[in-house]
């Protein structure tokens, strides 16, 4: 999540022989073919509602284009071993396509999304990350674990014990910023689809940065208070009456903040292990990972 996976996927629904699903995260493989259980975290309630977990509907997603490849792009499938048994067992020729992003600037979107959105009620990011392992064990959803979604050496390396290395490529985040059509194209060629086809990556769900005010906390105080309710409701309904409150809450929004090399270095040594373990998996090298500033944004 966070590293451009919604961009990346309304590129790839324009190209011809590629049918992407209509509701880009439909998180099908997360459950069992039962309605998905509600997790404890701000608005996760309503948020869980959004999750096709039938399976004839999950299958309704795609329009009919004879011959096309079928894809869909739901993070949260790569950081969870139980959903990686099921494609496996469904699909088990799948292609799989992950986007990795420096694990400190993901956690830093995923942290500003949230609080953009007025669930987050933390206004400090580090102290927000000091909490996710309380908001584990209290049943907050995947989407909270500011650092451990971004430990992808171990989430690779239980990804390959269920596929072959052939079926994944790994696509980093900074080259989908930087070389569009090189990195479209790489995929293009992973998938056996014609190259060029796709030369541009939208815009899409680049968060706004709100800074924290007694304003901001009124906001988000209504916004939490009525994700509550939302949930009684069918998502759309709270998505409209929402989107009044959400206005006011970027209306003050911005470029968000670096953050201070001090931070990025504390939060670094959380990940350098796992990145040793990401550079033996793939045989490539994420030195700069250890040592860069922000990289560009798609979110």
Known sequence: PKAGTTALHAALATH??????????PKFFLGDGEPPARPAGPGDAHSVQETVWRRDDYEALWPGRPGALRGESTPFYLSDPVALDRIA?????ARLIAVLRHPVDRAYSNWAHLWADGLEPLSDFLTACAAEDRRAAEGWAPFWRYLGLGRYGAQLAALLERFPREQLHVLRYRDLVDEPTAALNGICG?????????????????????PPS??????????????????????????????PLLSALRRSGGHRPELAPADRSRLLGA???????????????????????AEGTYS
């Open 214 to 243: 007694a304003a901001t906390k009124v906001l988000q105080a209504a916004v939490r208070s009525g994700a509550a309710v939302g949930q009684f409701l069918p998502p759309q309904v709270w998505r409209r009456a929402s989107a």
């Open 89 to 93: 067992a469904a699909v088990p020729d």
């Open 16 to 25: 011809p022989q590629l049918s992407m699903s209509r509701v880009k995260e």
């Open 271 to 293: 990940f350098g292990d796992d990145i040793a373990l990401l550079e033996r998996l793939t045989g490539q090298s994420f030195a700069d990972w250890r040592v860069q500033s």
């Open 190 to 210: 992973f998938l056996g689809v014609e190259a060029d086809a796709v030369v541009e990556v939208p815009s899409e769900n680049v968060s706004t940065y709100v």
